[in-house]
């Protein structure tokens, strides 16, 4: 989850046919439901290779139950699971940015931060689900990070490790689509859904309206330098202990760059309106869209956020 996942999959999905013919059947997505991973298995033929790519197995292994129906569906076949993993700090903020891009999960940055789910001993037991229903053995623990990929290409990595045919693993790769908005960008659209209450429509109508400069091309985070260091430094033992275990990435700290010796990125100038707006102070919930003090028209919101760029 936030480690290239779309690129694989539409680079899968584009090289469907060439796929079948070297012995590699690729389902689509999404293919994170027992039954139909066990239609697939029944229906595929025995000399070939089954692939699957879903972000959503990593994030339902909190659930047993749903991995050890996959892992029952799987049974008598040899399984191997490649799991990657991006620095916390900026995994974490992805996932926080992925919420509030498409409304959903934790609505304040620090709840979200002492959620159970952005804990190193969560990311542990997720880990371990798939290592007890799979063997140690089958499970390949790999960085996303540039400098350790294969040809410091995602892609690359991903082929060379899921043992793909080299003439395969040769095709031209499609341009990436998911390219993440900028922390400004995505703390405005927080604001707008979630204080606002705004719908889509009028949260298009603003992002339009406004300066591409500082919603773009600026580089901020979401997270203060002290909430990042924070993270690396609860995260950093676990990342020993797992470069230990597998023996994968650069030892003795998996990462090769844990940001020792760079200058932290400054947050986001929006990140404290979108605490007062999101989470106020007085501990009430913000005032719903259609209700007195709450501005709906775009233009009413437009002027209101723009003092925010001033």
Not at 78 to 102: H, I, N, S
Not at 167 to 173: C, F, G, K, R
Not at 231 to 244: D, E, H, N
Request: contains cysteine; proline residues 7%.
């Amino acid at each position: 989850m936030k480690t290239g996942t779309s690129t694989i999959q539409s680079w899968l999905g584009e090289n469907r046919k060439a796929l079948e013919e070297a012995g590699w059947i690729y389902p689509g997505w999404p293919c994170r439901d027992s039954d139909r991973i066990a239609a697939l298995v029944a229906r595929s033929p025995e000399h070939q290779n089954l692939v699957i790519s879903d972000e959503g197995l990593w994030h339902q292994s909190m659930d047993r139950s749903r991995t050890d129906e996959i892992a029952e569906a799987l049974k008598g076949y040899d399984v191997t699971v490649l799991v990657y993993f991006r620095r916390p700090d900026e995994f974490l903020e992805a996932w926080f940015k992925q919420g509030l891009k498409v409304g959903s999960g934790v609505h304040a940055v620090q709840s979200f931060l002492k959620s159970y789910q952005t804990r190193p001993r969560a990311l542990r037991k997720r880990l371990e689900t798939f290592v007890t229903l799979f063997g140690r053995d089958n499970v390949i623990v790999a960085p996303y990070e540039r400098s350790q990929l294969k040809n410091a290409n995602l892609l690359s990595d991903f082929l060379a490790r899921a043992g793909l045919p080299e003439a395969v693993a040769t095709l031209p790769a499609p341009p990436d689509k998911n390219i993440s908005p900028n922390a400004e960008a995505i703390l405005l659209t927080g604001i707008l859904r979630r204080s606002l209450d705004c719908e889509q429509a009028v949260i298009d109508q603003v992002m339009g309206a406004l300066p591409r400069e500082g919603l773009v091309t600026v580089k901020t985070s979401i997270l203060t330098p002290q909430e990042a260091a924070g993270i690396r430094r609860r995260y950093r033992p676990l990342f020993r202990k797992i470069q230990k275990e597998f023996k994968t990435g650069v030892d003795p700290d998996f990462f090769r760059n844990w940001a020792d010796d760079e200058a932290p990125m400054p947050v986001s100038r929006l990140r404290r309106a979108y605490d007062e707006l999101v989470t106020p102070a007085n501990g009430q919930a913000p005032i719903p869209a259609g209700r007195p003090g709450a501005p709906t028209s775009p233009s009413l919101v437009r002027r209101g956020i723009r003092r925010f760029f001033r």
